[in-house]
């Protein structure tokens, strides 16, 4: 069973720079998360989709980040302009529906920001 | 929201012995509870979780025990080797409203000393 596609695997960029990251999940699962994880820390939600809909992005940084599932499928996510405080992996995973618990996650997008 | 805290940081053992490492949250509604290893620079994987109408759950050498009057879990593993060493995050979910994000701890970076 394939897992979850991330891309690319690392980007520098310098402040106020734009940038994009894409995930592809698992065939089949419903649910798709983006997750922040700061060097040093545990992985934090940013957005949670189920199908092409948005379920919490409480915790999304509204004003410079935006994400976007069109047709239940991929995901993109997009930070523009980044800050320094940006530099982190980010994580996407996917589960097979809500309430089930278990992710599965990508092997992360290495940003940093100069 | 949920808050999960997670000690100790750091956790150095002799191989052989065992390692426990111990979990907080705050939200009483909570209901799934997940380990994660992460290697370094690698993603976040499952080892063992367990759900709020169970107190312990076993898998080969590790183990997780549940209280939920005190609101705490915690990871054991027995006869710990080389490749236990990582980064270990506990996690706690609630599903309401269909957000059911997991909140992970900070991490607990576990060595093992030949």
């Known amino acids: 069973e394939a897992g979850v596609a991330q891309s690319p695997r690392y980007k520098i960029i310098e402040k106020r720079q734009s940038v994009a990251f894409w995930c592809n999940p698992i065939s089949g699962h419903a649910t798709l998360y983006w997750y922040q994880q700061i060097l040093g820390q545990g992985p934090k939600l940013l957005i949670q989709?189920?199908?092409?809909?948005?379920?919490?992005d409480s915790q999304l940084p509204k004003d410079r980040f935006s994400a976007e599932r069109l047709k239940g499928v991929d995901s993109t996510l997009k930070i523009q302009p980044a800050k320094l405080e940006d530099s982190a992996v980010y994580l996407c995973?996917?589960?097979?529906?809500?309430?089930?618990?278990?992710?599965?996650f990508g092997e992360g997008s290495r940003l940093t920001v100069l | 929201g949920e808050n999960v805290e997670q000690h100790p940081s750091t956790l150095s053992v002799q191989e052989g012995d065992s390692a426990v490492i111990k979990c907080t949250y705050s939200d009483s509604a909570s209901n799934y509870f997940p380990w994660y290893k992460q290697e370094l620079g690698k993603r976040p994987q499952l080892i063992i979780d367990i759900r709020s109408n169970v107190g312990e759950k076993k898998d080969q050498r590790i183990a997780v025990t549940l209280n939920k009057t005190a609101k705490h879990f915690s990871l054991h593993i027995t006869e710990t080797q080389p490749e236990d060493s990582a980064v270990y995050f506990c996690?706690?979910?609630?599903?309401?409203?269909?957000?059911?994000?997991?909140?992970f701890g900070k991490g607990t970076h576990l060595i093992i000393q030949p």
């Open positions: 995973a996917s589960s097979l529906a809500e309430g089930t618990g278990e992710l599965f």
């Open positions: 996690a706690a979910l609630f599903s309401g409203g269909g957000a059911d994000g997991l909140t």
């Open positions: 989709f189920q199908n092409n809909g948005v379920v919490d």
